[in-house]
């Protein structure tokens, strides 16, 4: 019988490694914050830069689990489906360190901390999608799915979604000069909503691969116009200006790019899974036939 801190065992308790390497994964940050201790803690901030680090994480990961379904069905592997949940309360044990963080920050004056999450803007936004989360984590039990029932478990996970849009606008909110990884992650979230989009549109679970080129076409386009309208409003420039300097490798790689990279490795991916299939499929029939 496999007990619920048996991480590395899967459902039916046997031994995984692909458990295992998720778990590696998740702890990573973790190393690299005790790695860098010293430097964070003769930093100007070190709460603060610990507070960034918890933030930054949870968003990444929270990414990587909603990545989970388009990739296991485009990498045709579906055992990924069985770190879904890890990933997900992973992600939520990074965001509860960043909530913690920020209330030691605040000497633990928990009415101070309390008035600032409901008068701030970006805290106001930070701590909907922080219920929002806790709400998703709290009902990634067994016992939660069957109590629910299967329908509206999912329909209270579509809750996802919204916690994704609020945190990366709460990210936008606290950056201050830099838009450059915020606009990435909104490329990269936004393919991967617009991919779920796009599937229930379609009446379908598998997207074929033109219209996986033409996602990545369409997200990719709308980072590089979304970066530069952001840029317009922040800097008050012409935002063709900023379009302009897309092709200027020199001043750096727009998100824009990163994300038609990401995007069309994705579409390849796709091409060469469907071709090994479709050939291992052909095999068979020829084997069946003979
Ligand atoms: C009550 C809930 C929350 C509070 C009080 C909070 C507070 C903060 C604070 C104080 C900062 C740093 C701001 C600065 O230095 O000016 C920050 C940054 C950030 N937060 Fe939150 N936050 C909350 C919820 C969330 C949630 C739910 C997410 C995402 C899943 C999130 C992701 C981030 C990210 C990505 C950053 C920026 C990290 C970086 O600079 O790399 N936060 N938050």
Same mark, same amino acid.
């Given at each position: 019988m496999k007990?619920p801190?048996q991480?590395w065992?899967?459902r039916?308790?046997r031994?995984s490694m692909?458990r295992?390497l998720?778990?590696?994964l998740?702890?990573?940050?973790?190393a690299?914050?005790?790695?860098d201790?010293s430097?964070?803690?003769h930093?100007?901030?070190?709460?603060n830069?610990?507070i960034h680090?918890?933030?930054?994480w949870?968003l990444?990961?929270?990414?990587i689990?909603?990545?989970?379904t388009p990739?296991r069905?485009i990498?045709?592997?579906g055992?990924?489906v069985?770190v879904?949940?890890?990933?997900g309360v992973g992600?939520? *044990?990074?965001?509860?360190?960043?909530?913690s963080?920020?209330?030691?920050d605040?000497?633990?004056d928990?009415?101070?901390a309390?008035?600032?999450?409901t008068?701030?803007?970006?805290l106001?936004?930070?701590?909907?999608a922080?219920?929002?989360?806790?709400?998703?984590?709290?009902?990634?039990t067994?016992?939660a799915?069957?109590?629910?029932g299967?329908?509206?478990w999912r329909?209270?996970?579509?809750?996802v979604y919204?916690?994704?849009?609020l945190a990366?606008?709460h990210?936008f909110?606290?950056?201050?000069?830099?838009?450059t990884?915020?606009a990435?992650?909104?490329g990269?979230f936004?393919?991967l909503i *617009?991919?779920r989009l796009?599937?229930?549109?379609?009446?379908?679970?598998?997207?074929?691969?033109?219209?996986?080129?033409?996602?990545?076409i369409?997200?990719?386009?709308?980072?590089?116009?979304?970066?530069?309208?952001g840029i317009?409003i922040?800097?008050?420039?012409?935002p063709?200006r900023v379009?302009?300097?897309?092709?200027d490798?020199?001043?750096g790689?727009?998100p824009?790019?990163?994300v038609?990279g990401?995007g069309l490795?994705?579409?390849?991916l796709d091409f060469?899974r469907g071709?090994?299939?479709?050939r291992i499929?052909?095999?068979?029939?020829?084997?069946?036939?003979?």
């Open positions: 007990r801190w991480l065992l899967d039916r308790g031994f692909l295992v998720v778990l590696a998740l702890l990573i940050p973790l690299k914050g005790i790695y201790g430097a964070i803690v930093g100007a901030r070190p709460i830069e610990l680090r918890a933030g930054f949870a990444v990961f929270l990414g689990t909603l990545a989970v990739f069905r990498a045709r592997y055992n990924l069985d879904r949940r890890m990933l992600a939520f *044990c990074y965001i509860a360190a960043h909530l963080l920020y209330l030691a605040q000497n633990f928990f009415g101070k309390a008035y600032e999450i008068h701030r803007w970006y106001i936004v930070g701590g909907t922080w219920l929002g989360f806790a709400a998703l984590a709290a009902t990634s067994d016992s799915v069957r109590r629910l299967g329908l509206r329909r209270l996970h579509q809750l919204a916690v994704a849009l990366l606008i990210y909110q606290q950056t201050k000069a830099d838009v990884v915020p990435l992650a909104a990269l936004g393919w *617009c991919y796009l599937v229930w549109w379609q009446h379908t679970t598998e997207l074929s691969t033109l219209s996986l080129f033409a996602l990545t369409a997200v990719a386009s709308l980072t590089f116009i979304g970066e530069a309208v317009a922040a800097f008050h420039v012409s063709m379009l302009s300097v897309a092709f490798f020199n001043v790689i727009r824009g790019w990163e038609l990401a490795l994705v579409v390849v060469v071709r090994w299939n479709s499929e052909s095999k068979r029939v020829v084997a069946a036939a003979e």
